[in-house]
Every structure is written in structure tokens, then in C-alpha cells.
């Protein structure tokens, strides 16, 4: 499976995150030693037990809601946090980073779906936030996450899907002309990944169809 949906991925320039929350760490050795070496985790604890006991050339990203006091926690070693919903987890975020000595990578998640329970700030205030990036020295701001809605209705989530898809490329205009960093677009999961290939992703989130179903 990872091999061909790595090929499919790669074939749009996108990558897969493998999220492997609930999974034992003998299912991410199985598929690191198939060569995956980029894992997501929507938990801290849980991110920090397994970075603690698995090899040191895995890549972490935090892909779940994150609150504040727990930061400090992955600060240390997490290579990517897809799940910055307000401006002020992101000025922990620097703060921490700032303690540890290094820049930490984010993506601002956008709320993109109708649905009351799905987390993400509004474009306005992620454009207040690439407005102003030189007041977080020690955040890189490399692109822009999104959940489309929990639905099979096709329609709604492309839809959703294009709409983050052009306030990505508004804000890289806008604001991130000359910085590189700004590139990485996350959304697609299991059951919407081709979709959001269609519509420009670069980082899909793949739990279940990588590691079976979590119930
Ligand atoms: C669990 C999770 C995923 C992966 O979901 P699957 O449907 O199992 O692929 C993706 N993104 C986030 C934020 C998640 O919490």
C-alpha cells in the first residue's frame, strides 16, 4: 500500500504523512522499514512516548489540536505542526522554540468546513498573521492546512478543497514572495486524498488506509 500510494503522491509532488495514532510502534517500524521515514500523531503524549523510543531519523509532525501548556513538550524535536488554529498557540510556539535554540515549522490551519466541530482560524486571521511574521523570529510559516468535511457528498469537499487551495496561493502572493518556505499545502486524508491531489496538496495525511481502521 505505502508503495503505491507513495508513487501516486509523488506523481502530484506530494508526500505522504503517515498518521499513526492508536498504532503500535511495531506498525511504524513495519512501514520505516518499508522506507517511510514521515509520521503524524495528533497526540503529545503519545508523540513524545514514541519519538522517545523510535529511530531518531523519523520525521514528527503534530497534525491534532494542541493546546498551549503542552507545547513545551514537542518543542524540542517536532519538525512540523500542522495544527496552529489561533495566533496566540503560535506565539508559544515561538517562545518555546526560542528556549530550545531553534526555529520551529508550522502550517496555520484554516477552518475550510461548515461542520461546528472541525478547528482552524479564519483567513482574516491568518492574514493578520503573514502580516506580521517578523514578530516570530523563531517560526517558519510554511504553508497552510485544512479538513474538508466529514461527508460523502464529492461536491462539498472539493469545494472545500479549492477554497484553501486559493487562499493558499493568495497568501504565498501576497505575503511570501520571496520566501521559499511557504509551500506546503496539508489536506486529503484517507477517504479524500485524490481529491486534494486534484486540488494542489503537497502533504497528505494517510492514517487508516496505511495502518488499517483504528476501531
Ligand atoms: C486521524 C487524522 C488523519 C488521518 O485520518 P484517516 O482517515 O485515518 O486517513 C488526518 N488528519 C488528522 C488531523 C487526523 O486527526
Not at 513495519?30 to 497526540?43: A, S, V
Not at 503534530?62 to 501548556?69: A, D, E, H, P
Not at 482560524?121 to 514578530?135: R, V, Y
Request: glycine residues 6%; proline residues 2%; contains cysteine.
Amino acid at each position: 500500500m505505502i508503495d503505491s500510494l507513495k508513487k501516486e503522491a509523488g506523481g502530484f509532488g506530494a508526500r505522504i504523512v503517515a498518521v499513526s495514532k492508536t498504532k503500535p510502534e511495531e506498525a511504524i517500524l513495519d512501514l520505516y522499514n518499508k522506507g517511510q521515514r514521515l509520521f503524524g500523531e495528533n497526540r503529545v503524549q503519545e508523540l513524545t512516548q514514541k519519538y522517545d523510543s523510535l529511530p531518531k531519523d523519523i520525521e514528527w509532525h503534530m497534525i491534532g489540536s494542541l493546546q498551549k501548556n503542552k507545547v513545551k513538550y514537542i518543542a524540542p524535536f517536532v519538525d512540523l505542526i500542522h495544527s496552529v488554529d489561533s495566533t496566540s498557540l503560535l506565539e508559544r510556539i515561538d517562545k518555546e522554540a526560542n528556549k530550545n535554540n531553534r526555529k520551529i515549522s508550522v502550517l496555520l490551519q484554516l477552518k475550510i468546513s461548515e461542520e461546528g466541530t472541525k478547528a482552524g482560524m479564519s483567513i482574516d486571521e491568518a492574514t493578520t498573521i503573514c502580516e506580521s511574521t517578523a514578530s516570530l523570529p523563531h517560526i517558519i510559516i510554511k504553508g497552510l492546512m485544512g479538513m474538508a468535511s466529514f461527508t460523502h457528498d464529492q461536491e462539498i469537499v472539493q469545494t472545500e478543497f479549492k477554497s484553501l487551495s486559493k487562499s493558499f496561493t493568495h497568501l504565498k502572493e501576497s505575503y511570501f514572495q520571496d520566501d521559499s518556505n511557504f509551500s506546503e499545502l496539508s489536506m486529503g486524508m484517507s477517504g479524500d486524498y485524490k481529491l486534494a491531489l486534484k486540488e494542489g496538496a503537497t502533504l497528505l495525511r494517510i492514517g487508516s488506509l496505511l495502518f488499517g481502521s483504528r476501531y
